[in-house]
């Protein structure tokens, strides 16, 4: 925008408040018109807020009234003190003509708007980062949509949006490959994930100990870790929660730092309540967003409508595309025993399907979707009792070499002829998961045997570098 038109904007919006503070109804009727992100500077955005808090009150929005609202939030030095609010009063020619100047602060947003999503596109452009380019595209695509939603007039045509989005075949290699959360295909950035289960079978212990583990950087279950900041929003049993963190800082010997629990049932259907949610993942910069759980987000919502639920896969996308975050739903198991309660259409949104069971001290974790890569092999944990009374809890803990016996560790005849033909190749060299597979097995194969050969001893894994690498720790029956 030239100078000439900043002044002009400017003007606009002093007059737009100018006439909310006149009478109780102008103000109703300019609210309905500008939204507070459609004014252009702090001091102006902030009486705007005092307004609109006013209105929702019911009560009067005179010059007096604003000053002593902006006073109580501490932002009356931000609106440029109470002499301004008469400033913007004196600016209004005739209170009549205020939808008019409505209209011109709508018009010099959208602008701001626009130019915003082209600068986004043209640093993405620049940036070789692919997670940096894909959050970049993420954020010009959400600043176009916002301008869709408010100024349905002035909105950028269909073309306009399918150009921008058009892709050439060099164009593809904008769009990034799975980045890995934990391990190399448990759960993966930029993607949504369901961790279903039936009551009391550990959802949530399994999810908590997954966040501790990505916002503390610690390995989960012997996995790796991306580190990175967690959002946990705990929709219900609050204290329960707190007594988990606790258990599992006690049995790390460390504080659950980098983790920011949210114990409030942030409802998917209130726009205003999601979308600061939204904005509050995006200011965190998390990796991993976990909703605990689906059901009490959802209140009201009709679980088996596909187009309910698909309202609710949308504001779960946008979760994810403020900071290609893994989002994490904790749901209740459906009738079949398989998948989540509900409507189909999130089995099809969603990345990663996790089933969680429970039997005894004994935890399955079953991947029967995994979008990006191939189904891993079952996990399975043990869940081991901690304190006493009122901070009895419990923390998850691997399977280790003295349950082999009972979960059959044996390998397989099939798994040893990959470990010969790995030995054939690479003998006790330290390699990575894209040496060996389509090289000495297909990716799901090879997955599935490299797992019998680690539980088996017969392959070490270094998690220090970037990507995990492996290698055998000898020769295998029958290797030449």
């Not at 009150?57 to 008469?86: C, F, I, Q, S, W």
């Not at 990505?214 to 580190?227: A, D, K, L, S």
């Not at 659950?256 to 409030?264: A, D, G, K, R, T």
């Not at 975050?325 to 198991?333: E, L, T």
């Amino acid at each position: 925008m030239t100078a000439a038109t900043i002044d002009v904007t400017r003007q606009a919006e002093q007059i737009v408040i100018g006439t909310a503070m006149t009478t109780p109804a102008h103000a109703d009727e300019m609210l309905g018109l500008v939204a507070v992100d459609q004014l252009g500077t702090p001091a102006h955005r902030a009486i705007w807020r005092a307004v609109a808090g006013l209105r929702q009150r019911g009560e009067p929005t005179d010059p007096a009234a604003v000053a002593a609202a902006l006073l109580a939030a501490e932002e009356l030095h931000k609106a440029g003190g109470a002499a301004y609010l008469h400033t913007c009063m004196e600016a209004v020619p005739v209170t009549a003509q205020g939808p008019h100047y409505a209209g011109l602060v709508t018009e010099a947003a959208h602008q701001r708007g626009t130019q915003l999503a082209a600068e986004v596109t043209r640093r993405a452009g620049e940036t070789a980062d692919p997670i940096a380019r894909r959050a970049l595209l993420d954020q010009a695509r959400a600043a176009l949509d916002a301008l869709e939603a408010r100024s349905p007039g002035q909105q950028p045509s269909h073309l306009d949006r399918l150009r921008a989005a058009l892709l050439d075949s060099a164009g593809l290699d904008t769009i990034p490959d799975p980045e890995p959360l934990i391990g190399e295909d448990v759960l993966f950035r930029d993607s949504l994930v369901w961790v279903v289960g039936k009551p009391g079978h550990g959802k949530s212990f399994v999810v908590l100990d997954m966040a501790a583990a990505v916002g503390t950087g610690e390995p989960w279950q012997t996995y790796p870790v991306r580190q990175g900041p967690v959002v946990f929003l705990v929709a219900e049993g609050a204290r329960g929660t707190k007594k988990r963190v606790r258990a599992w800082e006690t049995a790390m010997g460390r504080p659950m730092e980098n983790v920011y629990f949210l114990p409030l049932p942030v409802q998917s259907t209130n726009r205003a309540e999601w979308d600061a949610l939204v904005e509050l993942c995006r200011e965190i910069g998390a990796v991993m967003v976990v909703i605990d759980t689906q059901a009490r987000v959802t209140v009201g919502v009709e679980e088996n409508s596909n187009t309910e639920m698909g309202h609710f896969v949308d504001q779960a996308e946008k979760l994810r595309a403020a900071s290609a975050a893994c989002v994490v739903i904790v749901h209740h198991i459906g009738r079949n025993g398989e998948t989540g309660r509900g409507a189909t259409v999130l089995d099809g949104a969603l990345s990663t399907i996790i089933k969680v069971s429970k039997d005894e001290h004994r935890v399955k974790l079953e991947c029967t979707k995994n979008k990006d890569d191939a189904e891993w092999d079952d996990i399975l944990l043990r869940a081991v009792p901690t304190g006493e009374g009122r901070d009895r809890s419990i923390v998850l803990m691997p399977d280790t070499a003295e349950h082999a016996g009972e979960i059959g560790h044996e390998v397989t005849s099939a798994a040893m002829r990959t470990a010969r033909a790995w030995w054939e190749t690479h003998a006790d060299m330290w390699v990575g998961k894209t040496d060996l597979v389509d090289v000495i097995a297909p990716k799901s194969t090879f997955h599935r045997h490299n797992t019998e050969l680690r539980k088996a001893g017969l392959v070490e894994v270094d998690t220090k570098g970037k990507f995990p690498r492996y290698r055998l720790t000898g020769p295998p029956v029958g290797a030449s």
